[in-house]
């Protein structure tokens, strides 16, 4: 079993940062074929992938975001972060962190992320 707690949503203007923190209880990356990202889900719509990492640092990025959010992680705190830079408005949204550990599925609770002048 995986916990996952996420942290640094906030409210922000247009055009500023924000770090989202994605605490896990026991350590992910242990084994090559564990993933862990972070995906979104705005009002009214599906919740849909922002960026993943893997055990080797291989990243992946919906094309909204490539350029302006960077995914990293810190194997000794079992975390993964997101930087977002250059926030938009269409960037509002719950933020949920996701690991995939042994090929079993396990999500946080999310931090919301409201981006408004």
């Known amino acids: 079993q995986v916990e996952l707690v996420e942290s640094g949503g906030g409210l922000v203007q247009p055009g500023q940062s924000l770090r989202l923190s994605c605490a896990a209880s026991r350590s992910i990356f242990i084994f090559r074929g564990n993933i862990m990202g972070w995906y979104r889900q705005a009002p009214g719509k599906e919740r849909e992938l922002v960026a993943t990492?893997?055990?080797?640092?291989?990243?992946n990025y919906t094309d909204s975001v490539k350029g302006r959010f960077t995914i990293s992680r810190d194997n000794a705190k079992n975390a993964v972060y997101l930087q977002m830079n250059g926030l938009k408005p269409e960037d509002t949204a719950i933020y949920y962190c996701n690991a995939i550990d042994y090929g079993r599925n396990y999500w946080g609770k999310g931090t919301l992320v409201t981006v408004s002048s």
């Open positions: 990492i893997t055990w080797s640092d291989v990243t």
